[in-house]
């Protein structure tokens, strides 16, 4: 029995509702600990430089896992996969909230990190299953998106509400009862895998150890040269260890049968080009964060708390363009011109912010460009993830969004690295030093307008991306829906429209 229109609508509502908390939760947990940092240092004993790997741990297994998570989501299916990422997220949460050791609670945040890398391929590739391209995957990715960009701030606020009056443990435990409803709703609203997706269990392993070892390495060594040197083994040494590994991983991948990820996929010009757009952009997008709580707290003498609400409007404007604005955008005038279009808006956001930053300046002085840089954000990002899947076969599209993921990730630990070093350039930032806050000002003043700049190569980047055939009727695509028979197995029926 074929399900009628509208059931097959509020299925689609309820994924899409899954998937989107699903992402909320995933990037709640980068900012979380931010405003949880200084009552974690004093009761577990961290010092200034070990305390960042709190932050870093999360990072550097993200980033070093994407592209086994990808793989794993085209070999084993996106739902078991987003199931196992949410179980990863609770296990993890509960163990770094009872955590009395350094030790543990960095493991804690990296085993956050690798819940990271699985669900996110993991929810692409659902909306890419579920949703034609077209309008419906449009607004789909649009949700998506916001989801995404509400969690920063989200993260940020609510870091600061749970480490004021609960206690520092309670920015990992409020992860576990939401991790824990995403897992068990999974095999009730997301569609059954495909049959594929259990019977071809040929894995690339070789190439997957590989390619884990050398990302990890890359991002841990880029997380660690500010503070261990550039010139140390952990800084420029990891990072070089982790690229020779990268090239033996492309050299593997040419002579596998069954490759992690495969060469051919690089021909993809929309695919090629969305990695590339993605790596500077999201270089220069990490360090605004970086820019703007540091103005916030050292230039203005904001707390916490008053930093991360400091955000909410850029948010609630990224958000609203992102599910309002850039499904009309695509709809109208194509993927290319809504990448474009938002990454070059961002950057002049972004310059806007980086001029008004000044000594004895303002929050109301920042606000223009914020909103703007926010409008630009929400307009740009989700297109991105739309423009990596064309072209793609479906049995690929796990690696295709873990590629993407993955080159945004090191592009965010690249960007923040170097424009922190830009903004550091000249300052005496020794332990116990403290520099002018008006040079510090300046330094961030410079650093910005660095970040817009790069922000603009990363819009002339994203006019390679290929304009659409124009189709005058476009076939309908079937989407898969689930229907449970009496034994609770889910099998795939048509489903059509959104």
């Known amino acids: 029995m074929v399900a009628a229109p509208d059931q097959v609508s509020r299925r689609l509502g309820l994924r899409l509702a899954l998937l989107a908390f699903a992402q909320l939760i995933a ?23 070990s305390l ?10 993200l980033g070093g896992f994407l592209l086994l998570g990808g793989r794993a989501v085209d070999r084993f299916g996106p739902r078991r996969m987003f199931s196992l990422a949410m179980a990863l997220y609770a296990l993890s949460s509960l163990v770094g909230g009872v955590s009395s050791d350094q030790g543990l609670l960095v493991t804690a945040r990296f085993v956050q990190g690798l819940g990271g890398a699985l669900v996110t391929p993991a ?22 998106g916001a989801a995404g960009g509400a969690g920063l701030s989200v993260g940020a606020l609510l870091g600061g509400v749970l480490t004021n009056y609960l206690g520092w443990s309670w920015v990992f435990f409020v992860n576990v009862p939401l991790a824990l409803i995403a897992a068990a709703a999974a095999p009730r609203v997301l569609v059954a895998d495909p049959p594929s997706a259990t019977k071809d269990k040929k894995f690339d392993l070789l190439g997957a150890l590989v390619a884990t070892a050398g990302l990890t390495l890359v991002v841990f060594g880029l997380v660690s040269g500010p503070d261990k040197g550039w010139g140390s083994f952990a800084g420029a040494g990891t990072v070089a260890v982790g690229a020779v590994l990268l090239v033996l991983f492309v050299v593997l991948e040419a002579r596998t049968r069954d490759p992690l990820v495969p060469l051919r996929m690089f021909g993809n010009r929309n695919l090629l080009t969305t990695m590339i757009v993605i790596f500077v952009f999201q270089g220069a997008l990490s360090y605004t964060y970086y820019l703007f709580t540091t103005y916030l707290q050292n230039g203005l003498g904001y707390d916490a708390l008053d930093a991360g609400l400091a955000f909410v409007p850029a948010t609630a404007v990224s958000m609203f363009s ?22 070059l808006l ?13 000594d004895g300046g303002s929050y109301g002085w920042m606000l223009p460009g914020a909103l703007v840089w926010g409008l630009g954000g929400g307009l740009g990002f989700p297109p991105m993830f739309v423009a990596a899947a064309q072209g793609v076969p479906p049995a690929e599209q796990g690696v295709a969004s873990g590629l993407v993921s993955t080159f945004r990730q090191v592009g965010g630990a690249i960007g923040l690295a170097v424009l922190v070093a830009v903004a550091d350039a000249g300052l005496d930032i020794r332990a116990g030093a403290h520099p002018p806050v008006s040079d510090v000002i300046d330094g961030l003043r410079v ?11 990363s819009a002339l980047a994203a006019l390679a991306l290929r304009k659409p055939a124009p189709a005058s009727a476009p076939a309908p695509v079937p989407e898969p829906d689930t ?16």
């Open 322 to 343: 992102a599910l309002k604005v850039t499904p009309k955008v695509i709809g109208k005038w194509g993927v290319r011109t809504a990448v474009v279009s938002g990454v």
């Open 123 to 144: 929810t692409l590739k659902l909306i890419y299953l579920n949703f034609a391209e077209g309008g419906d995957r449009n607004r789909a990715v649009g949700v998506w």
């Open 483 to 498: 229907a449970q028979d009496s034994a609770g197995s889910s099998v795939f029926r048509p489903a059509n429209g959104i």
């Open 52 to 61: 960042q790997w709190v932050v870093s741990a999360y990072v550097v297994g």
């Open 27 to 49: 990037t709640i947990d980068v900012n979380i600990v931010f405003i949880a940092l200084p009552d974690i240092g004093r009761e577990l004993g961290f010092d200034a430089q």
């Open 447 to 457: 650093s910005g307008w660095v970040a817009a700049a790069l922000t603009v190569l």
């Open 346 to 358: 961002t950057a002049i956001g972004l310059a806007g912010v980086s001029a008004s930053l000044t």
